[in-house]
T-cell receptor
């Protein structure tokens, strides 16, 4: 196990609702990245937080937003859920932003939108 | 934008045999990082091996080794002496030195036959 935890494990929502996913980073890590993994596909980068600031964003609409807290844990919020938001949401933490800083992944939250 | 292509959706290997997974990528940059991640069923994604583009020597981690061909933009993974625990989805990923996100391929499912 990597030491990165995510909650909840599974979640079922209906279209139009809002959801919050949580991630606790590994001890000593100040960077958290969020990825969306649709069934049978590779993860797609949503955004990254470094020391409580958003550090980069992928091609996701503004209804995907996030936070990082002083203890470096993080939340991913998705508003106005759509059916296509159904996916495994992964967070990954790393010690910093250097290329040699490995991203350690959590087990993911499986979101189903009905 | 960087594109990572894994052309083999599935590969099957006999226990104790060797299997090679293919990955190609598209980039205009000269310095970057390449990764292979393993995602077992219902388990966390873990880093298998990493290659820095400026290093000519191919990375090796125990039974896992890569064949990095920079000019051809190819980065294959060889799993030697395959074990039942190697069964998983394997993802090739790219990271620029100027960016912090990982760009993943679509993955290759590896099945190990006893």
């Amino acid at each position: 196990e990597t030491g990165v935890t995510q909650s909840p494990t599974h979640l079922i929502k209906t279209r139009g609702q809002q959801v919050t996913l949580r991630c606790s980073s590994q001890s000593g890590h100040n960077t958290v990245s969020w990825y969306q993994q649709a069934l049978g596909q590779g993860p797609q980068f949503i955004f990254q937080y470094y020391r409580e600031e958003e550090n980069g964003r992928g091609n996701f609409p503004p209804r995907f937003s996030g936070l990082q807290f002083p203890n470096y844990s993080s939340e991913l919020n998705v508003n106005a859920l759509e059916l296509d938001d159904s996916a495994l949401y992964l967070c990954a933490s790393s010690r910093g932003l250097a290329g040699t800083d490995t991203q350690y992944f959590g087990p993911g939250t499986r979101l189903t939108v009905l | 934008a960087q594109t990572v292509t894994q052309s083999q959706p599935e590969m099957s290997v006999q226990e104790a045999e060797t299997v090679t997974l293919s990955c190609t990528y598209d980039t205009s940059e000269s310095d970057y990082y390449l990764f292979w991640y393993k995602q077992p069923p219902s388990r966390q994604m873990i880093l298998v091996i990493r290659q820095e583009a400026y290093k000519q020597q191919n990375a090796t981690e125990n039974r896992f080794s890569v064949n990095f061909q920079k000019a051809a933009k190819s980065f294959s993974l060889k799993i030697s002496d395959s074990q039942l625990g190697d069964a998983a989805m394997y993802f090739c990923a790219y990271r620029s030195t100027n960016d912090y996100k990982l760009s993943f391929g679509a993955g290759t499912t590896v099945t190990v036959r006893a």
